[in-house]
Every structure is written in C-alpha cells, then in structure tokens.
C-alpha cells in the first residue's frame, strides 16, 4: 500500500470534468515536494502527462490540468473524452520512502 | 528522438540469476539519471531505484534495497537491472525510465517494458 491514496475509480460522461484526487502527508507532499501525473492504457508504458504539480510537456492538451494544496494534489480532466479511460498514477518524494507512486486510478468514460 | 528500448521478455525459475537491459538513444545518456519501475499484475506502479550513468551514483527504494542492482555501461548507452537469485513474486513487467529533471524527481521517457515471469 503506498503513501500516497488515490481513488480507485472515477468515471464521468463525455465533455464532463472529472477530478482525481492524490491524498499524501506532512512527510511527502506536504513537505513541498512536487507532484506528478502519469497516464497508462492497459498494456503499454505510463506516460508523463503532469510534472512539478501543473507543468504540462509538449504534447499533452490543455484538458489536464494539475494542482496541490497542503497534504494532497489532484488531477482534472476537463471535456472527459472516451479516449481518456485510462489508469492513472500521481508521484511525489516520501522524506522516508523515497520517490513513490499513488495507489492508481482508474477513468471510466459511460 | 529520445528512445529507450528494452530487452525481451524472459522466463525464468526461482533462485536463477537475470539481467534485463535499457538501450537508449536520441540524447546524452551520460548527463541524465535513469530509473526502474516495476508493475505486478494488475497492480500499480513501483519506484525502484535509478542510476546516474556518468558516475554510476545510483539510489535504491528502500524496498528493493539489496534485492537487485542497476548499473550501466556509458560506451552502450545502456542501463541494466539485475538479480541474483530470482523469486516467484519477481514476476512483473520492469520499465526503465528516463528522469525528466536533474534532480530526477520524475520520469519523462519510458521504454516498452520487459515481462519477467518467474515459476517453477
């Protein structure tokens, strides 16, 4: 189990915004340690999709955005589109763990 | 083009050795931290350790600690994750991963994967 929790699903309709919710502690993103986003399709490699808490690289639509305030972090995607189902994975550094991952989300579009 | 390509999927039975690589391409392989990351399956992510090429300074999770090495070999452009003595519960898809930053706080190109399966 990581340290940093995040939902295990969320689903939302096309065009909807949905959030995805990266809950850590004093020990990790509390203590002012960037966040990152990944995104994953089933069988094949994550992908960078949100780095130090809002950057977005080359490449990746304005529809993801990323924040962080005190203890947590979270994603937004905002016009949810069918290609966006995916599983999802936040990443921060732990004073004690060392770099670790979020527990995983899994975006649904119904 | 950056690229990281890995080596190919490997089937092996507990207490056997294996040494899985990371051939990359399209930058200097010297001048950046590269990782490892395992994934179960159907699990999520994990962080493993990662290496700087130039010096070999390398950082481990503690999970993994003493379970496996990495290393490289700067006139290949190569990195390599290693174990000596293989485990069922070994068995994973490794992704090796370049680091994004120089502070290697997140990872921005990922090879294809290697499915290691251990079983007796």
């Known amino acids: 189990q990581s340290v940093l929790t995040q939902p295990p699903s969320v689903s939302g309709a096309p065009g909807q915004r949905v959030t995805i919710s990266c809950a850590g502690s004093?020990?990790?993103?509390?203590?002012?340690?960037?966040v990152h986003w990944y995104q994953q399709f089933p069988g094949t490699a994550p992908k960078l999709l949100i780095f130090?808490?809002?950057k977005r690289p080359s490449g990746v639509p304005d529809r993801f955005s990323g924040s962080k305030s005190g203890t947590s972090a979270s994603l937004a995607i905002t016009g949810l589109q069918a290609e966006d189902e995916a599983d999802y994975f936040c990443?921060?550094?732990?004073?004690?763990?060392?770099?670790?991952f979020g527990t995983g989300t899994k975006v649904t579009v119904v | 083009e950056v690229q990281l390509v890995q080596s190919g999927a490997e089937v092996k039975k507990p207490g056997q050795s294996l040494k899985i690589s990371c051939q990359v391409s399209?930058?200097?392989?010297?001048?950046?931290?590269i990782g490892w990351v395992r994934q179960m399956p159907g699990k999520g992510l994990e962080w493993m350790g990662i290496?700087?090429?130039?010096?070999?300074?390398?950082r481990y999770s503690p999970s993994f600690q003493g379970q496996v090495t990495i290393s490289a070999d700067k006139s290949i452009n190569t990195a390599y994750f290693h174990w000596t003595t293989l485990k069922a519960s070994d068995t994973a898809i490794y992704y090796c991963?370049?680091?994004?930053?120089?502070?290697?706080?997140?990872?921005?190109?990922w090879g294809q994967g290697t499915l290691v399966t251990v079983s007796s």
């Open positions: 991963a370049r680091a994004g930053s120089l502070e290697a706080d997140y990872f921005d190109y």
């Open positions: 399209g930058y200097n392989f010297t001048n950046t931290w």
């Open positions: 290496i700087h090429p130039g010096d070999s300074d390398s």
């Open positions: 004093s020990s990790n993103i509390g203590a002012g340690y960037g």
């Open positions: 130090t808490n809002a």
């Open positions: 990443q921060s550094y732990d004073i004690t763990l060392g770099d670790v």
